[in-house]
């Protein structure tokens, strides 16, 4: 039997509401999925001295504090971080409509 797959439609301008629960996103993620270095940068860079609290609750922390921009760290690392930096950077909205605001950047960070 296949699980039940939920779908969203999410439309530009409209804010997302509902509960976004990390831990359980974090979850759900494979451990073979990987997000490359260069996305951590800004993350560190919001959290500022909250990164050394959150880190370890990380499966693979950088070393000395640095990301390297090609190397591959655990997307669940990525999403627990991306979760705190968007909660810090967007204090009056809900978790989700935050999180989905602070992703928009990754385009940016990529096309850099």
Same mark, same amino acid.
């Given at each position: 039997?296949?699980?039940? *797959?939920?779908? /969203?439609?999410?439309?530009? !301008?409209?804010?997302?509401?509902?509960?976004?629960? *990390?831990? /359980? /996103?974090?979850?759900?993620?494979?451990?073979?999925? @990987? *997000?490359?270095?260069?996305?951590?940068?800004? *993350?560190?860079? +919001?959290?500022?001295?909250?990164?050394?609290?959150?880190?370890?609750?990380?499966?693979?922390?950088?070393?000395?504090?640095?990301? +390297?921009?090609?190397?591959?760290?655990? !997307? @669940?690392?990525?999403?627990?971080?991306?979760?705190?930096?968007?909660?810090?950077?967007?204090?009056?909205?809900?978790?989700?409509?935050? +999180?989905?605001?602070?992703?928009? /950047?990754?385009?940016? +960070?990529?096309?850099?």
């Amino acid at each position: 039997m296949l699980p039940t *797959v939920l779908a /969203e439609t999410i439309r530009s !301008g409209i804010a997302l509401f509902g509960s976004y629960d *990390v831990e /359980e /996103e974090v979850r759900s993620i494979p451990r073979s999925y @990987g *997000v490359k270095g260069m996305f951590f940068d800004r *993350v560190v860079a +919001v959290l500022g001295p909250d990164f050394e609290r959150i880190a370890k609750l990380l499966v693979d922390p950088p070393a000395r504090g640095r990301y +390297v921009g090609f190397r591959d760290y655990p !997307g @669940g690392d990525f999403s627990r971080l991306a979760a705190a930096a968007a909660r810090k950077a967007y204090p009056r909205l809900g978790l989700r409509e935050a +999180v989905r605001r602070f992703a928009l /950047e990754d385009f940016r +960070v990529f096309s850099d």
